[in-house]
Structure formats: C-alpha cells, structure tokens
C-alpha cells in the first residue's frame, strides 16, 4: 500500500518560491494498476519523483508498507528502492556500457543476491529477449530496450513499480505490446504499477485514473470493473486535492 | 550496510567500466611518466648503492686507509708494519702528488695526477691493464701506465717516453681499473702510475711539493674495519694521519648518491603531481558523462557509498594501469642509462629488476591518482536520482560545506603532497619548503586563473567583435575550464621552467666563474730561487704576468694560548675537525683582491711607526672563523714549517672560491711571514695557444717541479662538462614537456562536450569552420598565455628561493628561455584546443544534439 499525505512541493524561484504540487493526498492500494495523467508542467514527474523515494516533498508524507519514506536519508531510500521499487522510463535509461542481461542483473546485484544471473536469464526469457541477452543497449531497438527496461523493474520482484511514458518513445504497435506486457506482469507478480503518461489511451487501460491540473488533484477515478476484480482501489479518502479544488 | 550488498561491487564496477576504460587509461596517463621517472631513480640509486657495497673494498683497494701530507715518522711506520705483520693482514702503499707530465716526441705537457704504487699495492683487487699483465712492470724499471685519457691528452702512444720530473718513463699500457683510484677522478685529469721507488729519482718531492702518503691495510674477510682501527685512531690522528675505513668510503659514496637521487627525486615527485591535476581533470570530464548511469543505479538502489566504491575500483584499476606503464617506463629507463655513463661512475653497476622501487612507485602512483581523482569522484555521490527521470534537475550538487568527505578528501591530498615531498626530500625542513612552494603556487595560479575569469566578464561587456566576444564568454561563463587549464599549463610551464633556469643559473655561475679569471696560464709550486728566472721567461716573450702570490704552508699550534684540542673540548667542536687540522696555504699581502670582501672588523691598517713591536695582524675567510669557532680580535699561533708565528685576527672576509685565482683562508701582514720558505704561483696572460704549449714546455724541462694549468684548456672542458649537462637537462626539460601533453588532454577533456555542442550548434545555425576556429583560438590563446606566462613569473620565484636558499648562488633569471618555455606551452594549448576545433567539423549535428 503506498499513501500520500497533503503532499506539497514548492521550488525557490526568484524571490520567491514556486509551488509544483499542493495539497496532493491518496492511497493506492497493492497490486493496483494505477494511471497518473495531466498536460505538461502540471506536476506528473514531481509526484512520481515523490512516490518513487527520488525526492522529498516540502511538506506532506510517502508512505510505502507503513514506512514514511521522507523520513529516511537519501541511503536508506535507495536500499528501499532496490527492495520494494522498480522503474520504467520514458527514454529506458539503460546502462549503456553492459549487456541486456547484465543491466537486468544490477539491481540484484546491489542487493548482495545470489542466482542473480539466472534470474535475469529468466526475466529476459520472459519478456522474450532470450536471443539478445548479450546486446548492448545500442545494438537493441527501442521496444526491445524498453523490455530489458521491464525485465530490470521486475527483477527485484518490487512492490511497487514505476512507470514515466513508457511508451512515449515507442511506436504505436510497440508501444501496445509493453502495455501489454506490463499488465501481464502487474497480474502474475502482484506489484502495485504506477504509470505517468499523457496518452490517454494508454491511461484507460488503468484500473484507475489520477488527473492532475497545476499542481492538483483533480479527479480520481477507480474503473468500475477495476473495482470489482482488483483488490481495494479505493482511496484512503478524500482526497485533499479535491476539497481545495 | 551488509558486506552482501559489497559482493558484486567489483564485478559491476570491471563491466560498467567498459567503454570509459581507454578514455580513464588516456587521463591516468597523466601520472606515467611522474611514476616512470621515480622508479627509474630509485631502481638506479639502488642498483649503484648494490654497486658500491659490494665493490667498496675493490674501489678502496683494501678496508683501511692511512693517508698523510707528509711521509709516516718512523715511530708510526713501526706500527704500521707491526699491524701488516699479523695473520691475513697485508698491505700496500702509494704516493700520490701533481706534476707536469711531458712527451718529448709529441712536446705535449699537461698537468697530471702521478701515483707512485709499492710492490703489494693494491693489497685487495686486481688492476687491469692494456696490454694484461703490465702493472707488475712498473717495480721493474722506470715505466708507466697511464689512463687512457692522458694519451690523448699528450697525444702519445704506447712505447712513446714520458718524463715526469728528471725521470724519464716508458708508457707500457694503459689502465682499465685501478682500485683505490677512482674512474670519476681519471675521467676529470690525466692519471700516471710508476713505481714507488722511482719516485726519488723524479726529484719533485722536494720543498713545499704537495703529496698524499698512503698506506692502504687489507684485513682478513669478516674482521670489522672500524672496531680493527678504533684502538690506532688516536695516534695517527695526533700525527695528522688521516684514517678512512671501507665502511666510512661506503656510507660517503651512499650518501653522495642519496643526495642526487633526492633531487631527482623532487623533480619525479612534482612531475608525478603535476600528473595528479591532470588525473583530477580528466576524472572531473569523466564525472560528468557518468551523471546519467549514475541517476539509474541510484534509481535501482544504489547507495552513495556502493556508486562511490564502483567509481573508485575502476580509478583504482585504471590508475595500476597508469602507474604500471610509469613503471615500465621506469625500468626501461633504468636499464638503457647506465650504458650511457658507463666509464664516468667508479664502479661497475650491474643493472637489476628493483622489485621495490617498482612496488613503490606503482603504490605512489595508484595513491597519487586516487586520492586526485577521489574529488571530482565524491560528486557522484550528490548525482540525484531524479536525474534519470528529468536531465534538467541539477545534475552535481555542489558540495555542502559540511560534507564530511570532502573536507576529508581535501585533508588528505594536502597530507599526501607534504607527506610525498617530505619522503623526497633529504630533510623534513626542506620538504616542507617544497611542499609550500607548491601550495603557494597552486594557489596562485588560480587566483590568477579566477582573475582571468573576471576580468574576461568585464572586457566580454565592452564591444568587441562578435568572435572574440564568442571566446572570451567562453572564459567565464558556467562550466568554464578556465581554472583547469590554467592550472595545469601554468604548472607545468612552472615545473619546466623553474628546473630549467635552476639548471642554467647553477651551470651560469661556473661558466662566468671560468671566465672571469683575469690570466689564462697559472704556474705553481715555484720555488724562490726559480722565481726571477720564470719571471724572465715570461718576460722575454713579452706576456704579462697578473699576479705572483707567494704561499706559505701552516698548521693551526694554538688558539689564543690553547692548545688545538684543549680549544676544541671548550668550544664544543671535534678535535677531529678538518680547519683544525688542515694544512693551510696561506699568503701575505697589504690590499684585498677582487675575489674578497671583508665581512667583519677592518682590513689590515696602514703600519704606524713602532708597529714592528706588536703582534701582527691577519684575516680568516668567513666558513672556517665559523668552523674554528674564533672571532675578530682572537690570537692564532701558526706553525710554520718549526717556527711559531703568532697573528691577531682583524678581518673575516668572504671569498668567492668559483674563480680561478689563488684563494686563501688566511691572510697575513706581510710583516709577518716575509721571511718564511715560501712557494709563489704566477699568473699570467699569454697572448695565443701556441705561446701557453711553448712556455708549460719550456718550464717543465727547466724546472720539472713547477707545475702548470692552462685554464683555456680547463675552459674548455668545463665547457664540454656544461654542454653534457645541458643535454641532460634539456632531456628531464622535454620530458617534463611531454607531461604536460596527457595532463592538458585531460584538462581540456572536462568541457570537452559542452564545446562540442556549442560548436555543432553554431555551425547548424550557420557558422563557417573559420569562425568557429577563431573563436576557439581567442579562447585557448588567452587560457595558453595566462596560464604560461604565470607558470613562469612563478618559476623566476621558485628558481630564485631555490638557487638562493639551497645551492647559496646568486639568481639570474633566463628571459628569453623561460619565454621561448612559455611560447611552447602557449602553443601545446592552442594545438590542443584547435585540434578540438577538427573535432566540431567531423562530427554531424545530428549526432552531437543526441549525445548532448
């Protein structure tokens, strides 16, 4: 279950500040497929930056599996990151100097685990890149640099996984087929999926839809059979983005 | 953190650092030749030090040595013989004196060093000779080997007749090695060997002669030479006998060797730092292509520490690498000098592997490019994760003024520079000295380099034509390389400069010294009663003699009243100290020479009437007042051949003994030793070469006692001497110019893709190939002139404290060399950055936009 509270995030700007996120409250519950949409500048990246443990916010709490995640140091984030986290980007940020299997292997491999080989082995095969292990990122195609990318978020078996356009940089064809596949593996490995996009197609496909505007919250949508097949979607409560809306 | 999240660590680290491993080699590169140049003198330094323990007994000739200006009293020869008489003990001896060597069928003279050697002389190692077997001739009949220079020297031949004194002597060979007659000595002057008992006959050990008697003792192997002697000391001390083991000749000739490799060793470690800015450079441009690979791994749970330990394990490997290319450099530098100067050393040194030269200098070299690149590598530590998700978030953080590990990485780098020159340097004071030196200049030139910067701002404000503009933004604006760059150029334009005018000005002072001697021929041990006719011969050919100096010799008898020893116990010094128990040549005269300046008290004043009645007056030179521990106005009783001369020190005088003139360390009233036996050396200008051979000639067969030096002769084998030297500097110069190459790489390295971006981007937008030259030119032409023409300003100080402080000479800066130094480092810039210029061109918009 990750929870936000009143989540506020405010940058200095000239002589004042500049306020990215107000008043932003949800909870998502576990194994959820949950879409974050908005136009651009509206605050889509800085939340998931908040969620995922990448920043910390000015005011308001993160917290995943009851740990408040802003009241760790930036260490300690990372371990939890490497535990109970996985991330897709939207220009797959693959490790240009290893190999697909190797890039699938780190996170394991930061963790001190063992079979990390075999798993990533697995995690590729899954994902339908047995033949390309040992490419190199340049040596791959988008869509399948964008697999290795899943193989990698599936790796460490997370939680919650993070999605920034997925598909922003794919075709529309690809760009389905990973859609696909991360629902697939949202399913069978039970981790919460948390996408960022713009593409509203992409979006409907949600079990659920969080709009933001400014800064601000404002809808929150559970798909009605969303909510009968997934576990509870529902919010925590109501959302203080709404009220000051 | 667990040790489990360590495991995989230096694995990841070996992949990761694929592609980046030439570019890191490139930057690490910076340290190889600093690394190569310490191995190279330490693996040599030990190589000779081996040299000489094994061989001490062989260039000594035996493992005690008895030497003494004047022959042995019989009381001490009794001992000598009784000591030779014990079980294993033998023993050999040998006369050594100067004398003119002349071969009458070439008519050649020339001053030499004639060494008379007894029948069991050398009693350790074997003499070699050309032909073999010739030495055991020279107890046979009046023959002589000779070294090999002194045939050139006299162009004579084997066979040819040398007279030395009234002794004519058969040349039968040469000599290879002689022990107890070092090479270094034989490569200087030319060296003649006779028999002991024609030395007689040679008659020039007469009145005044100048000789060193020596008895040289073999002991039987495993005996200590110093506990053996302890017991005879004294008495041969008391004797003016000096008494020299082949442990103390040992620890002379290591400790020689360890004061040049110290020096040298200065120079390796400042080249070696030098190597550490260009390693901080290249790993600050390394850094900065990392930040996104950085982001992720954060992103995916890496900790600060884990991303540091990857980072650092691949600096690490890359600066062995470095260090280990260094090292073979050093090695193959180690085994292609000794080739080179072979003959000139008096050992023969075997060249061997040092496995701890080259340990040491790998462990100097990888902690040298650790702990600099260690500080740009900190950054990654402060590379926020966000940057994988947005590449506009501040990339580096700066550091926070808390940061623990900075300060700490920057506490460390001090240490390690002090600690370095500390090791180096042959006292901790002067290691300090060179550690702040570097400081100092470090923080110099980049104030000077954060001058450029802002005054750059403010010119950049004026109008100017837009290119030049376009270049000197470039100086200032964010994500410059001013400071980079100027530090490295300007440290290493200061590095090659400083050892270049330190060289020139040591070298400088010698040349002048040789110059300046006012006469070009000097002839000495002249006895009074061959004065008039010397005079006579130089006078018939019309050359003007400069000078007569008449000489006395003396030994110090007492000091104000007391005893040598008895002065020595109250002063604190050794009774075995050289000024109290020298001879002393001393002269007399009324005025100073040119080579003299009074330090304290008055030179002698004008005799008064009645003076005869009061003590007369003398003047001591500065150093030996200071080593005698005496002062204006303390009496010094002289022993003057017998006859007690006492004398009141009114004058210390400073001396400059560079020149070639007769110098003195006592001068007296004349009144005082007018009447004493005394010896006179002329000096005199002789209009042409031909006139000097003629003359030596003429003298030598008149009066073989007298001796003479031609000093053009000496000119011009000092001037051989320098321009060997010169070579030689020239080489550590180029070398440390080499240096410079991979370190400015490095340096440039840094904005090297901001450069490339902007480039792209201004010819996209329709700039020429011309213009983006240009305004490259004007940016790498003013960071190449600062930078240059700061190291050298700062080297005309370095050179100046260190010429000044350390070799006690006066300071002449060398303009032009040290701008043509400058230039050269001014153009590596411009090269390097025009080269980057080639660069903008080959590569397509395209491709640039998307790697930036």
């Given at each position: 279950?990750?929870?936000a509270?009143?989540?506020?995030?405010?940058?200095?700007?000239g002589?004042?500040?500049?306020?990215?996120?107000?008043?932003?409250s949800?909870?998502?519950?576990?194994?959820?497929?949950v879409?974050?949409v908005?136009?651009?500048?509206?605050?889509?990246?800085?939340l998931?930056?908040?969620?995922?443990?990448?920043?910390?916010?000015?005011?308001?709490?993160?917290?995943l599996?009851?740990?408040?995640?802003?009241?760790?140091?930036?260490?300690?984030r990372?371990?939890?990151?490497?535990?109970?986290?996985?991330?897709?980007?939207?220009?797959?940020?693959?490790?240009?100097?290893?190999?697909?299997?190797?890039n699938?292997?780190?996170?394991?491999?930061?963790?001190?685990?063992?079979?990390?080989?075999?798993?990533?082995?697995?995690?590729?095969?899954?994902?339908?890149?047995?033949d390309?292990?040992?490419?190199?990122?340049?040596?791959?195609?988008?869509g399948?640099?964008?697999?290795?990318?899943?193989?990698?978020?599936?790796?460490?078996?997370?939680?919650?996984?993070?999605?920034?356009?997925?598909?922003?940089?794919?075709?529309?064809?690809?760009?389905?087929?990973?859609?696909?596949?991360?629902?697939?593996?949202?399913?069978?490995?039970?981790?919460?999926?948390?996408?960022?996009?713009?593409d509203?197609?992409?979006?409907?496909?949600?079990?659920?839809?969080?709009?933001?505007?400014?800064g601000?919250?404002?809808?929150?949508?559970?798909?009605?059979e969303?909510?009968?097949?997934?576990?509870?979607?529902?919010p925590?409560?109501?959302?203080a983005?709404?009220?000051?809306? | 953190?667990?040790?489990?999240?360590?495991?995989?660590?230096?694995s990841?680290?070996?992949?990761?650092?694929?592609?980046?491993?030439?570019?890191?080699?490139?930057?690490?590169?910076?340290?190889?030749?600093?690394?190569?140049a310490?191995?190279?003198?330490?693996?040599?330094?030990?190589?000779?030090?081996?040299?000489?323990?094994?061989?001490?007994?062989?260039?000594?000739?035996?493992d005690v040595?008895?030497?003494s200006?004047q022959?042995?009293?019989?009381?001490?020869?009794?001992?000598?013989?009784?000591?030779?008489?014990?079980?294993?003990v033998?023993?050999g001896?040998?006369v050594?004196?100067?004398s003119?060597?002349?071969?009458?069928?070439?008519?050649?003279?020339?001053?030499?060093?004639?060494?008379?050697?007894?029948?069991?002389?050398?009693?350790?190692?074997?003499?070699?000779?050309?032909?073999?077997g010739?030495?055991?001739?020279?107890?046979?009949?009046?023959?002589?080997?000779?070294?090999?220079?002194?045939?050139?020297?006299?162009?004579?031949?084997?066979?040819?007749?040398?007279?030395?004194?009234?002794?004519?002597?058969?040349?039968?060979?040469?000599?290879?090695?002689?022990?107890?007659?070092?090479g270094?000595?034989?490569?200087?002057?030319?060296r003649?060997?006779?028999?002991?008992?024609?030395?007689?006959?040679t008659?020039?050990?007469g009145?005044?002669s100048?000789?060193?008697?020596?008895?040289?003792?073999?002991?039987?192997?495993?005996?200590?030479?110093?506990?053996?002697?302890?017991?005879?000391?004294?008495?041969?001390?008391?004797?003016?006998?000096r008494?020299?083991?082949?442990?103390?000749?040992e620890?002379n000739?290591?400790?020689?060797?360890?004061?040049?490799?110290?020096?040298l060793?200065?120079?390796?470690?400042?080249?070696?730092?030098?190597?550490?800015?260009?390693?901080?450079?290249?790993?600050?441009?390394?850094?900065?292509?990392?930040?996104?690979?950085?982001?992720?791994?954060?992103?995916?749970?890496?900790?600060?520490?884990?991303?540091?330990?990857?980072?650092?394990a691949?600096?690490?490997?890359?600066?062995?690498?470095?260090?280990?290319?260094?090292?073979?450099?050093?090695?193959?530098?180690?085994?292609?000098?000794?080739?080179?100067?072979?003959?000139?050393?008096?050992?023969?040194?075997?060249?061997?592997?040092?496995?701890?030269?080259?340990?040491?200098g790998?462990?100097?070299?990888?902690?040298?490019?650790?702990v600099?690149?260690?500080?740009?590598?900190?950054?990654?530590?402060?590379?926020?994760?966000?940057q994988?998700?947005?590449r506009d978030?501040?990339?580096?953080?700066?550091?926070?003024?808390?940061?623990?590990?900075?300060h700490?990485v920057?506490a460390?780098l001090?240490?390690?520079?002090?600690?370095?020159?500390?090791?180096?340097?042959?006292?901790?004071?002067?290691?300090?000295?060179?550690?702040?030196?570097?400081?100092?200049?470090?923080?110099?030139?980049?104030?000077s380099?954060?001058?450029?910067?802002?005054?750059?701002?403010r010119?950049?404000?004026r109008?100017?034509?837009?290119?030049?503009?376009?270049?000197?933004?470039?100086?200032?604006?964010?994500?410059?390389?001013?400071?980079?760059?100027v530090?490295?150029?300007?440290?290493?334009?200061?590095?090659?400069?400083?050892?270049?005018?330190?060289?020139?000005?040591?070298?400088?002072?010698?040349?002048?010294?040789a110059e300046?001697?006012?006469?070009?021929?000097?002839f000495?041990?002249?006895?009074?009663?061959?004065?008039?006719?010397?005079?006579?011969m130089?006078?018939?050919?019309?050359?003007?003699?400069?000078?007569?100096?008449?000489?006395?010799?003396?030994?110090?008898?007492?000091?104000?009243?007391?005893?040598?020893?008895?002065?020595?116990?109250?002063?604190?010094?050794?009774?075995r100290?050289w000024?109290?128990?020298?001879?002393?040549?001393?002269?007399?005269?009324?005025?100073?020479?040119?080579?003299?300046?009074?330090t304290?008290?008055?030179?002698?004043?004008?005799?008064r009437?009645?003076?005869?009645?009061?003590?007369?007056?003398?003047?001591?030179?500065?150093?030996?007042?200071?080593?005698?521990?005496?002062?204006?106005g303390?009496?010094?009783t002289?022993?003057?051949?017998?006859?007690?001369?006492s004398?009141?020190?009114?004058?210390?005088?400073?001396?400059?003994?560079?020149?070639?003139?007769?110098?003195?360390?006592?001068?007296?009233?004349?009144?005082?030793?007018r009447?004493?036996?005394q010896?006179f050396?002329?000096?005199a200008?002789?209009?042409?070469?031909?006139t000097?051979?003629?003359?030596?000639?003429?003298?030598?067969t008149?009066?073989?006692?007298?001796?003479?030096?031609?000093?053009?002769?000496?000119?011009?084998?000092?001037?051989?001497?320098i321009?060997?030297?010169?070579?030689?500097?020239?080489?550590?110069?180029?070398?440390?110019?080499?240096?410079?190459?991979?370190?400015?790489?490095?340096?440039?390295?840094?904005?090297?893709?901001?450069?490339?971006?902007?480039?792209?981007?201004?010819?996209?937008?329709?700039?020429?190939?011309?213009?983006i030259?240009?305004i490259?030119?004007?940016?790498?032409?003013?960071?190449?002139?600062?930078g240059?023409?700061?190291?050298?300003?700062?080297?005309?100080?370095?050179?100046?404290?260190?010429?000044?402080?350390?070799?006690?000479?006066?300071?002449?800066?060398?303009?032009?060399?040290?701008?043509?130094?400058?230039?050269?480092?001014?153009?590596?810039?411009?090269?390097?950055?025009?080269?980057m210029?080639?660069e903008?061109?080959?590569?397509?918009?395209?491709?640039?936009?998307?790697?930036?």
């Open positions: 279950m990750l929870v509270s009143n989540l506020q995030k405010e940058y200095p700007s002589a004042g500040t500049l306020a990215v996120l107000q008043h932003v949800f909870s998502i519950p576990q194994g959820s497929l879409a974050i908005g136009p651009s500048g509206s605050g889509k990246t800085t998931l930056g908040l969620l995922a443990g990448l920043d910390v916010p000015t005011s308001g709490t993160v917290s599996d009851g740990v408040d995640i802003t009241r760790l140091t930036e260490d300690e990372a371990r939890l990151r490497g535990e109970k986290v996985g991330f897709i980007f939207q220009t797959f940020q693959l490790i240009p100097t290893l190999t697909a299997l190797e699938v292997q780190v996170p394991l491999e930061l963790r001190g685990d063992d079979g990390a080989r075999e798993r990533a082995r697995a995690l590729l095969e899954r994902v339908g890149l047995a390309r292990m040992d490419h190199f990122p340049s040596q791959l195609s988008g399948e640099q964008q697999r290795v990318a899943i193989a990698r978020a599936f790796s460490n078996a997370p939680r919650i996984l993070f999605a920034d356009e997925p598909t922003g940089n794919l075709d529309g064809v690809t760009g389905g087929r990973i859609v696909e596949l991360l629902e697939s593996l949202n399913k069978s490995s039970g981790s919460t999926v948390v996408l960022v996009t713009h509203m197609t992409l979006a409907e496909r949600a079990h659920r839809l969080i709009r933001l505007r400014d601000e919250v404002v809808e929150d949508r559970v798909k009605p969303a909510a009968a097949g997934a576990p509870s979607a529902l925590a409560g109501p959302p983005g709404r009220e000051t809306a | 953190m667990t040790p489990r999240r360590w495991r995989f660590i230096p990841l680290a070996w992949r990761e650092s694929r592609t980046a491993r030439r570019q890191l080699l490139l930057y690490m590169s910076s340290i190889s030749l600093g690394v190569g310490l191995v190279a003198i330490d693996s040599i330094a030990d190589n000779v030090r081996g040299a000489v323990r094994s061989q001490a007994r062989q260039v000594m000739g035996g040595t008895f030497s200006d022959r042995f009293p019989d009381s001490l020869r009794a001992v000598l013989d009784s000591a030779a008489g014990a079980p294993g033998t023993s001896t040998a050594t004196f100067t003119m060597a002349y071969a009458p069928r070439t008519q050649v003279t020339r001053l030499s060093q004639v060494r008379a050697v007894g029948p069991t002389y050398p009693p350790f190692g074997d003499v070699t000779s050309e032909p073999a010739m030495w055991p001739v020279l107890q046979q009949r009046p023959a002589a080997l000779v070294s090999p220079g002194t045939l050139i020297a006299l162009d004579a031949k084997v066979g040819d007749t040398l007279s030395v004194g009234y002794t004519q002597f058969e040349i039968v060979g040469t000599t290879n090695s002689v022990p107890g007659d070092p270094l000595a034989s490569a200087i002057g030319p003649v060997f006779i028999g002991e008992k024609y030395v007689a006959s008659q020039l050990l009145f005044g100048r000789a060193t008697f020596e008895t040289i003792m073999r002991l039987p192997d495993g005996v200590q030479s110093p506990k053996w002697v302890a017991p005879l000391r004294p008495r041969f001390q008391n004797a003016h006998v008494v020299r083991t082949v442990v103390q000749q620890q000739m290591t400790d020689a060797i360890a004061r040049l490799a110290d020096f060793g200065i120079v390796g470690m400042t080249a070696l730092l030098l190597g550490g800015i260009g390693v901080a450079s290249g790993v600050n441009a390394f850094v900065s292509r990392k930040v996104d690979t950085v982001a992720v791994l954060r992103c995916i749970g890496a900790t600060g520490g884990q991303v540091l330990a990857i980072y650092v691949q600096a690490a490997l890359m600066g062995l690498a470095g260090a280990a290319i260094g090292a073979a450099i050093g090695v193959a530098i180690q085994f292609t000098l000794p080739s080179l100067v072979k003959g000139v050393l008096p050992l023969d040194v075997t060249v061997t592997l040092v496995p701890k030269a080259v340990g040491l790998l462990a100097i070299g990888v902690w040298v490019a650790l600099f690149a260690l500080r740009p590598l900190l950054a990654l530590r402060r590379v926020s994760p966000l994988a998700l947005r978030a501040a990339a580096l953080e700066r550091a926070r003024l808390r940061d623990l590990p900075s700490l920057n460390g001090v240490a390690s520079v002090i600690l370095l020159a500390v090791s180096r340097a042959d006292t901790p004071q002067r290691g300090l000295l060179v550690a702040g030196g570097i400081g100092l200049s470090l923080v110099l030139l980049w104030t380099a954060a001058g450029l910067s802002y005054a750059a701002r010119v950049a404000a109008r100017l034509p837009y290119l030049l503009k376009q270049g000197v933004a470039n100086l200032y604006r964010p994500a410059n390389q001013t400071r980079s760059v530090l490295a150029l300007g440290f290493g334009a200061f590095l090659v400069s400083t050892l270049y005018l330190v060289q020139s000005n040591l070298l400088g002072q010698f040349r002048i010294s300046a001697a006012r006469g070009n021929v000097v000495f041990d002249i006895q009074e009663d061959q004065r008039a006719a010397i005079d006579s130089l006078g018939a050919s019309r050359e003007r003699v400069i000078s007569e100096t008449p000489i006395i010799t003396m030994r110090v008898r007492a000091f104000n009243g007391r005893t040598p020893e008895a002065w020595a116990a109250q002063k604190g010094i050794s009774a100290n000024a109290v128990r020298r001879e002393y040549r001393s002269t007399y005269r009324d005025t100073l020479v040119a080579t003299e300046k009074v304290a008290g008055r030179w002698f004043a004008a005799q009437a009645g003076a005869a009645d009061t003590i007369p007056e003398m003047s001591l030179e500065q150093d030996v007042a200071d080593e005698l521990q005496v002062a204006v303390d009496t010094l002289w022993d003057v051949q017998g006859v007690p001369v004398a009141r020190i009114t004058s210390l005088r400073e001396v400059n003994w560079g020149r070639f003139e007769p110098n003195f360390f006592a001068v007296f009233q004349p009144r005082a030793l009447g004493a036996p010896m050396v002329v000096v200008a002789v209009a042409s070469d031909t000097i051979a003629r003359l030596q000639r003429d003298v030598v008149r009066y073989p006692n007298v001796s003479s030096v031609d000093l053009s002769l000496v000119r011009r084998t000092i001037g051989e001497i321009g060997r030297i010169t070579i030689a500097v020239r080489f550590l110069a180029l070398f440390s110019l080499a240096m410079a190459v991979p370190v400015l790489f490095s340096a440039v390295a840094a904005t090297r893709r901001d450069r490339l971006r902007e480039g792209v981007l201004l010819k996209t937008l329709g700039a020429t190939r011309a213009q030259g240009r490259l030119l004007a940016e790498y032409a003013l960071l190449g002139m600062l240059a023409l700061s190291g050298m300003v700062l080297s005309f100080g370095g050179a100046w404290a260190l010429v000044t402080f350390v070799f006690d000479g006066t300071f002449a800066p060398a303009i032009v060399p040290a701008a043509a130094i400058a230039a050269l480092m001014m153009a590596l810039a411009v090269g390097i950055g025009l080269a210029g080639r903008v061109f080959r590569e397509t918009p395209v491709a640039a936009l998307r790697e930036a």
